[in-house]
Antibody
Framework: QVQLVESGTGVVKPGGSLRLACAASGFTFSDYYMIWIRQAPGKGLEWVAYISSSGGVMFYADSVKGRFTISRDNGKNLLYLQMNSLRAEDTAVYYC??????????????WGRGTTVTVSS | NFILTQPHAVSESPGKTVVISCTRSSGSIASNYVQWYQQRPGSSPTTVIFEDNKRPSGVPDRFSGSIDSSSNSASLTISGLKTEDEADYYCQSYDLIVVFGGGTKLTVL
């Protein structure tokens, strides 16, 4: 079945770095845009970034632009989020999500269970 | 960029109907599809409405979506409320970026 599994849970000091990964299975990964979304404790959903199926197009939320990098390895069915210069406000559950159809990025119909990032001294 | 504004919380009794609004700050609500997600505590979000008014298979027809250009808003209507509908609901739209509303906590009491 279609599945997304995030990894990379960690506690990091402010200014530190962390890389998250999302392993995809059950579908042709290279056909789909992929998306990262986060949710701070007790807060709402916040879109972080998306990447096109080939990896040639990336867009970022203003809150992470210049600090986070989304990438993918279509040969390994893996999505990544490299997070640098981390701040306390980056503390959140990070979800990996897949759109409903190839070529779309606006309707996420498959979500992982999320991985927790805590930024604290 | 635009923002999507939702009420923080709504409550209604079982069997009644509730409407959750989502107002777009700039640009036309009709320009880009609106999705609605349900999130129960401790779980990942799931879609209840996509592309303004379409229901994924498995979502009961008690859930419906609409857009209103005059108020530049989208609405999620849940009729025949059940206690299991108690959850957070998020609207979402996009242009070059993806935008979520702040979420609405629905209490069914």
């Amino acid at each position: 079945q279609v599945q997304l599994v995030e990894s990379g849970t960690g506690v990091v000091k402010p200014g530190g770095s962390l890389r998250l990964a999302c392993a995809a299975s059950g579908f042709t990964f290279s056909d789909y845009y992929m998306i990262w979304i986060r949710q701070a404790p007790g807060k709402g959903l916040e879109w972080v970034a998306y990447i096109s199926s080939s990896g040639g197009v990336m867009f970022y939320a203003d809150s992470v632009k210049g600090r986070f990098t989304i990438s993918r390895d279509n040969g390994k069915n893996l999505l990544y989020l490299q997070m640098n210069s981390l701040r306390a406000e980056d503390t959140a559950v990070y979800y990996c999500a897949r759109p409903s159809l190839p070529g779309l990025y606006y309707h996420m119909d498959v979500w992982g269970r999320g991985t927790t990032v805590t930024v604290s001294s | 960029n635009f923002i999507l504004t939702q009420p923080h919380a709504v409550s209604e009794s079982p069997g009644k109907t509730v409407v959750i609004s989502c107002t777009r700050s700039s640009g036309s609500i009709a320009s880009n599809y609106v999705q609605w997600y349900q999130q129960r505590p401790g779980s990942s979000p799931t879609t209840v409405i996509f592309e303004d008014n379409k229901r994924p298979s498995g979502v009961p027809d008690r859930f419906s979506g609409s857009i209103d250009s005059s108020s530049n808003s989208a609405s999620l209507t849940i009729s025949g409320l059940k206690t299991e509908d108690e959850a957070d609901y998020y609207c979402q739209s996009y242009d070059l970026i993806v935008v979520f509303g702040g979420g609405t906590k629905l209490t069914v009491l």
